[in-house]
């Protein structure tokens, strides 16, 4: 493959709900760049894009995938990317490096729950966007109904491109409403070729025209004038869209087939012709200096950013990067900005799916993919050592639900913590956590899918079978009232040096979330001081262990103010156990209750399912704190127990046909309702029992 300049490169992200077709129109659009001879079909597991064994199985996308197409003298880096949200770590990381995206609508359901969640996070980083209606030729397909979907749920001014010839199995071509001309199915991969408009779509692609050039003028104020005056050229059209595209003043709506290949060749042309190289869309910024800038030139020190990283136990890691300025050549020593730390690269390769293709190096504005980086992560910035630069990094989703993970064969510990830890290197939105509290080792994804993607991943490159368990909570114990002179005596004789010690504590509950206090008020020796510091340490140890429940103690303050030590059997242990037992004493007189762990939710739905949103919070004991209009969206917060979230990520999307979404955060502890408790403590007695 030859190099390309950068103004000649286009960095094109494929975004769209699953099953609208992304694959095959990447597909496609491969086979008329001529990158392969034949179209693959993701029912067969033969695309380029979705190469993977559990892609072709499941028959979707579950990572990103770089392909390249070449056209017009133009090379498309084409990032297609997972349509489901459990995968959403590899669209932000995708859209990261992209400088345009093309939005798939399905035409037979227009714009869906997923549509409107790809489109956020294309909206988060303000890309220029394409619309393509694709499966126009399927029964029920509708492009007006598509349409007006995109304009009433998207909240966009949509404005068509092209008008579909023919509906349903009837559907053969499109009319491209910039030229007034028709293009009908291709045969082959060579370029359609232009036919006059069909009589009966004559009227509409006049009218959709003026439409048109209405909206490519009003994108430069010399444009506007011109509009006024008379007619406006094909090229100052295009240049009107190429403004209005870039700026995101509107969003150009096409429309196709992708199985069949119809109105694919249009959208590339389009895609060249009117979506941002790297030259303009300028240069990059320091994420800490905005003053430290790099030109997407060859000519500036290099700059790219680790967007996409795929662990291998064998071959070890492959990273996908793009450069912003410079070129990124084999054998190079780059500094890894991010970590502090320096990088001796391989010989770089560009990827299209599975497939390496060799070059001698990568240039600005280009994508490509190295092997072997010792201490390098996604979201890290390579540079050069003598320009050093810290490119803005990633920011993923928040994990939405957890598991307690486990081996399936004993012996396996090890290896599973290491599978763990590559598989987290490999998707930063899969983490990994040991639960002090609960001691169990958690697993939190994005989903129930993607928690079991990874797990089987696991099995595949480690070879590490594992088993899931729901995550216990992580309750607290703490006490209701003050409690004053417990008094406990350890004492034990049994030939030679005994053990003797005795304390009297008071006990008294904290504020939430003030921990533990201790003090000393033993007055006139009656315990040595040197053994103070082992009563405490008794106290501390025991209230790890729980009184009720086996779950940590807190918010506790108490006061050692007396007891009793013998001269020679005195001793740190002797004094250890006295003050755990005063310690276990007093907290069962002190009225002692459990604390649930509470978290701030919000929670954005459309409006029609509010009502059933709150009710549902409502059902799980939840505060709702306030509701407030976003756009055609609700935006509720509310306080629930942990306890009651932690499938709600599935329960959400059953609510909202997929629609809805949340965030959560830990806010305080609360005391848990006392019904409530009861079974939090019969559980951790059967608990007991059993083990």
């Not at 799916?353 to 996604?378: E, F, H, M």
């Not at 006490?479 to 053990?499: A, C, L, T």
């Amino acid at each position: 493959m030859r190099q390309y300049r950068t103004e000649e490169i286009r960095n094109i992200g494929i975004i769209a709900h699953s099953g609208a077709g992304k694959t095959s129109l990447v597909e496609a659009m491969l086979y008329n760049g001529g990158a392969i001879e034949r179209m693959g079909v993701v029912d067969d597991g033969n695309t380029v894009a979705d190469y993977a064994a559990d892609e072709i199985e499941r028959k979707t996308s579950l990572n990103c995938s770089v392909c390249i197409a070449e056209w017009g003298d133009h090379k498309l880096n084409l990032i297609d990317t997972p349509g489901a949200e459990d995968f959403y770590g590899d669209l932000h990381s995708s859209l990261r490096v992209v400088d345009a995206v093309i939005v798939v609508v399905d035409a037979t359901t227009g714009v869906e729950g997923g549509t409107e969640k790809v489109w956020e996070v294309a909206d988060k980083y303000d890309l220029p966007r394409i619309i393509f209606i694709n499966k126009m030729d399927k029964e029920n397909a509708s492009f007006d109904n598509a349409l007006a979907s995109i304009s009433e749920i998207l909240e966009t001014r949509a404005v068509p491109i092209q008008l579909p010839i023919g509906k349903e199995d009837q559907f053969s071509g499109v009319v491209d409403v910039i030229q007034n001309v028709a293009f009908l199915e291709p045969s082959g991969n060579a370029p359609a070729s232009a036919s006059d408009v069909p009589d009966e779509l004559a009227s509409s692609a006049e009218e959709a025209r003026e439409s048109l050039v209405e909206v490519a003028a009003e994108s430069d104020d010399e444009l506007i004038e011109k509009f006024f005056e008379g007619e406006l050229t094909e090229e100052e059209i295009q240049n009107g869209l190429q403004t209005g595209i870039s700026e995101n003043q509107f969003t150009p709506v096409l429309c196709g087939a992708a199985l069949k290949n119809i109105g694919v060749q249009q959208l590339m042309d389009l895609v060249i012709a009117c979506t941002p190289s790297p030259v303009q869309v300028g240069a990059v910024e320091d994420a800490e200096d905005e003053s430290n800038t790099r030109e997407p030139s060859t000519e500036s020190p290099l700059s790219a950013l680790v967007f996409k990283t795929i662990a291998d136990p064998f071959s070890g890691q492959l990273s996908y990067f793009r450069v912003y300025s410079g070129t990124l050549e084999g054998d190079m020593q780059v500094s890894n900005s991010t970590r502090g730390n320096t990088e001796r690269l391989g010989k770089p390769v560009y990827m299209n799916g599975k497939q390496t293709l060799n070059t001698s190096g990568v240039t600005a504005g280009d994508i490509g993919a190295l092997t072997k980086l010792n201490n390098t992560r996604t979201g890290d910035t390579l540079c050069d050592r003598d320009a050093p630069i810290q490119l803005q990094g990633i920011a993923f989703p928040n994990t939405v639900i957890s598991y307690a993970i486990s081996p399936a064969r004993e012996g396996d510990d090890e290896k599973l913590i290491t599978a763990l830890n590559r598989m987290g290197e490999e998707d930063p939105t899969f983490q990994i956590e040991r639960n002090d509290v609960t001691k169990q080792l958690l697993v939190s994804g994005l989903g129930d899918l993607h928690i079991n993607v990874n797990r089987d991943r696991i099995v595949e490159k480690f070879g590490v079978e594992t088993e899931l368990a729901p995550p216990k909570v992580a309750y607290r114990e703490t006490i209701r009232r003050r409690v004053q002179d417990i008094q406990e005596r350890h004492k034990k004789q049994s030939g030679g040096k005994g053990q003797f010690g005795e304390v009297k504590i008071n006990l008294a509950p904290l504020g939430r979330g003030e921990g533990f206090e201790f003090i000393d008020s033993i007055k006139g020796g009656s315990i040595p001081s040197n053994y103070i510091p082992a009563v405490e340490k008794g106290i501390r140890q025991r209230m790890e262990l729980g009184v009720i429940a086996k779950y940590p103690l807190v918010d506790i303050q108490i006061d050692l103010h007396d007891g009793k030590f013998h001269q020679v059997d005195s001793s740190d242990m002797a004094f250890q156990i006295a003050g755990s037992m005063a310690f276990a004493t007093g907290v069962q007189q002190a009225d002692p209750c459990l604390l649930e762990p509470i978290m701030n939710v919000t929670i954005s739905v459309p409006d029609q399912f509010m009502g059933n949103i709150i009710g549902d919070l409502n059902g799980r004991r939840g505060q709702v704190l306030g509701v407030e209009q976003v756009g055609k969206r609700q935006e509720i917060t509310a306080s629930v127990p942990l306890a009651e979230m932690l499938r709600y990520s599935i329960d959400l999307k059953s609510l909202t046909s997929a629609r809805g979404k949340f965030t959560m955060e830990f806010e305080r502890y609360e005391i848990v309702p006392d019904d409530v408790a009861q079974k939090v403590i019969a559980a951790s007695k059967t608990e007991e029992e059993e083990a």
